[in-house]
């Protein structure tokens, strides 16, 4: 899987420069993708067709995005879905009901509830403990964590630290631990829509909720803890190993499902506000879990949108969301084109180097796109081969969409999942080992 190629071939790949956007001609003549791009280049060239006729071609069956919760448990969570899996016919039933539609779902959400998990609490309740979830006491997880070890520390944030812990059964879990210095009310409510939020969803792609703990001002939340760090890491060869091609187009699949699952089929629609690479966690296999629900947002289903206070990571906040303060489920949508170029260039959306001229990489890779040079974004760590350069053009059609400047023109999640099925289909065919072929 990753470092499969032998080392001489990687450390030649690491010494090829990586395309500097400040070292081609001036840019200002150029389209603008933070304005225009995404509404002129789809004047001219449509998603699902390129020049040479090689278009997006639609599944037949858009299989085995989504799992019931009583089968997520009883499959491994390393378990790679199959191109050949089905999913149970009520599954099929309730997912072809939904149509593809890419404007807002907010008005007609079906509860799929039998299948995912708890109903949501009513907002109205006021118990101090929170229905459906687990509380845990102090010594339980002081014991789990060895009292907070900083050994045991395995991340860091603005807002706590994440320990990992061993429960009494031997369950491991990731311990996150709130700042007390920041615990205030404000922050009280945050932790508490954090566990109503991850009490309500179940899905392979997203960290499974363990319990929490709120006791003299102790803050805990209690989840699923995975083994293999996060996906930013992994780009930045955190451990000398090579994340492949094809592990990353998996790996936005993966995402891909877990929010679509978070917009359409949770109890109630669920919006992240923080789809970034850092909060992709990977298992042992690479297969990706969605993480970090501290800004994540439950969003009525009898309105069009949400008018709240901007929370998210710079780079990653959808502009409209922005300019309006208006959430809708686009505003993942928009992350989620950022991640797509996260995982083709390897770069980060705000570079820090400031010897780089254009230090927005969406803006950066999009401008080669629309000039036919999309194969220079590639992250010089890969070896590019015709399958590749054909799945990147057809992952920009699709980020380029996803990075329109208003939602109206972007498309739903479920849809972003239904095109990456599309293009793994071809990448598999047109990527066939040598030694296969001889």
Known sequence: MMGSRDGGARARARERPRSDPGDSRDLSGRVSVATTTAESYRS???VGSSASGRGIALLDAFRSCFVPAAEAHARSPETSLSDDFHPSQQLSQSISSQGS???????????????????????????????????????????ATKNFSPNLKIGQGGSGTVY?????DGTLVAVKRAKKNVYDKHMGREFRNEIETLQCIEHLNLVRFHGYLEFGGEQLIIVEYVPNGNLREHLDCVNERLLEFSLRLD???????????????SDQPVIHRDIKSSNILLTNNCRAKVADFGFAKLAPTDASHVSTQVKGTAGYLDPEYLRTYQLTEKSDVYSFGVLLVELITGRRPIEPRRTIVERVTAKWAMEKFVEGNAIQTLDPNLEATDAINLAVEKMYELALQCLATTKRNRPSMRRCAEILWSIRKDYRELDIPTSAMN
């Open 44 to 46: 001219e060239r449509s």
């Open 101 to 143: 539609s890419s404007g807002s779902n907010f008005e007609r959400r079906r509860s799929i509830r039998g299948l995912y998990g708890p109903m949501h609490r009513n907002s109205s309740e006021k118990d101090k403990d929170i229905p459906g979830s687990t509380k845990f006491s102090l010594p339980e997880i002081q014991k």
């Open 164 to 168: 990992k812990g061993q429960l009494n």
């Open 251 to 265: 790996i936005a699949i993966d995402v891909a499902h877990a929010i679509t699952y978070l917009h359409t089929y």
